[in-house]
């Protein structure tokens, strides 16, 4: 695959995941990731804020189609899809 590809992969992963969140909005429901009071453990500097993230993760309508962009876009940090991404410094991608 291209990088072009992989980039349009990624980005329209990423728009799935919004177009995901807005409907789920539209419907008076929020993901924990976006509650004023928890959005703060998704991207923690703290492995065990992180932790957290993961278990508010569990039952998310939105869980798959966040989980897929994470992955197409490569991040490398914080919880995406009930998994924390994050990477140790000096530690390579698993493959």
């Not at 980039?7 to 992963?13: I, V």
């Not at 991207?43 to 508010?56: D, F, G, T, Y």
């Not at 876009?73 to 899809?81: K, L, Y």
Request: glycine share 6%; proline share 5%; charged share 25%.
């Amino acid at each position: 695959m291209t990088a072009s590809a992989t980039r349009l992969r990624a980005s329209q992963a990423s728009d799935r995941l919004t177009v995901a969140l807005l409907t789920i909005a539209s419907q008076g429901v929020r993901a924990h990731c976006s509650d004023p009071e928890t959005h703060h453990y998704w991207l923690s500097e703290h492995a065990p804020e992180r932790a957290i993230a993961v278990k508010l993760c569990t039952g998310c309508p939105v869980l798959q189609p966040c989980l897929e962009a994470a992955r197409l876009n490569d991040e490398r940090h914080g919880v995406w899809g009930g998994r924390d991404f994050t990477r140790k410094p000096g530690k390579k991608k698993a493959a």
